[in-house]
């Protein structure tokens, strides 16, 4: 168990629930617009790694025979980025919430 002190001057750290999840979501349209490049310049190594972290499923059986195309590669954008800027706000709204406890 870590015990800790407040020490005088210094408050507890709130987050900006729009600002969060604003960063949120630009952070998970980089992550897709990542691995949208890596399934189309590295299918390969891109179910390697997917496979990976999902414990050695074999993803083999859902792997696409054709690169994506850019209406489902849009879709897949707009909907990630709007699940992290929703996930953002969530995240910082209950963070500040237990922050006041």
């Known amino acids: 168990m870590m015990i800790t002190k407040k020490r005088k001057g210094v408050k507890n750290m709130k987050h900006d629930p729009m600002a969060t999840a ?3 979501a630009v ?3 980089c992550i897709a617009v990542a691995c949208a490049l890596a399934i189309i310049v590295a299918p ?8 990976s ?6 993803l083999s059986k ?5 690169n994506p195309s850019l209406g489902s590669l849009l879709y897949g ?3 990630a ?3 992290g800027w929703v996930t953002g706000y969530v995240f910082a709204v ?3 919430t237990f922050a006041k406890k």
């Not at 972290?53 to 074999?58: A, K, N, P, S, T």
């Not at 859902?62 to 054709?66: G, I, L, S």
């Open 22 to 24: 604003n960063a949120m």
């Open 94 to 96: 209950l963070y500040n």
């Open 62 to 66: 859902v792997r696409m025979t054709v």
């Open 81 to 83: 980025t709007i699940g």
């Open 27 to 29: 952070t998970v349209t």
């Open 77 to 79: 954008w707009v909907t």
């Open 44 to 51: 390969d190594l891109s179910m390697g790694i997917a496979q």
């Open 53 to 58: 972290w999902f414990h050695g499923i074999d």
